[in-house]
T-cell receptor, first 113, second 113 residues
């Protein structure tokens, strides 16, 4: 079945540091890939998405490229801010009529001033 | 535009009591999802509906859990009787057919003592 594996946290960085959170997946067909962010005490918010190979999703300085050859969708940001502290979830949606999102376990990011 | 609305935001109840969680999806969305989030198991899809009809309830943990969607703007998740292991944050999400991304509500934090 479908699965998502993302790097174990927690990740602690200083402000303005470079961020990478690794995500790899296993799926049949051609899934859509997502990064969601969850701020403390809140629900999940869609951060970015990519629906086909080589697509790059981007939002708020975050980027991720859909790499079919390595089945990866790593999240990157060039310069993190304290306000980026949150839990980040990688997720996939298989193609076709399946609307079940499969999530990774989440990575807690803490950015210190 | 209002997002997904969930109520209550917090619920504390005693073991054996009935608990009802409520969700109002984004207007016009025709898919509705119920998720449960715990530290141990992460995010789990419990059930989802399309056009008010349950499509997949394979994630519902046991017969104590039931979900309904009587109309396009309202859904409930009921636990009867509740148990301490049901303590979790329950999220509702909605999406529009063809638009793969899901929009999450703020969640209901349930504590069963």
């Amino acid at each position: 079945g479908d699965s998502v594996t993302q790097m174990e946290g927690p990740v602690t960085l200083s402000e303005e540091a470079f961020l990478t959170i690794n995500c790899t997946y296993t799926a049949t067909g051609y899934p859509s890939l997502f990064w969601y962010v969850q701020y403390p005490g809140e629900g999940l918010q869609l951060l970015l998405k990519a629906t086909k190979a080589d697509d790059k999703g981007s939002n708020k300085g975050f980027e991720a490229t859909y790499r079919k050859e390595t089945t990866s969708f790593h999240l990157e940001k060039g310069s993190v801010q304290v306000s980026d502290s949150a839990v980040y979830f990688c997720a996939l949606l298989s193609g076709g009529s399946n609307y079940k999102l499969t999530f990774g376990k989440g990575t807690l990011l803490t950015v210190n001033p | 535009d209002a997002g997904v609305i969930q109520s209550p935001r917090h619920e504390v109840t005693e073991m054996g009591q009935e608990v009802t969680l409520r969700c109002k999806p984004i207007s016009g969305h025709d898919y509705l999802f119920w998720y449960r989030q715990t530290m141990m198991r992460g995010l789990e899809l419990l059930i989802y509906f399309n056009n008010n009809v349950p499509i997949d309830d394979s994630g519902m943990p046991e017969d104590r859990f039931s979900a309904k969607m009587p109309n396009a703007s309202f859904s409930t998740l009921k636990i009867q009787p509740s148990e301490p292991r049901d303590s979790a944050v329950y999220f509702c999400a909605s999406s529009l057919q063809g638009a793969r991304e899901q929009y999450f509500g703020p969640g209901t934090r349930l504590t069963v003592t």
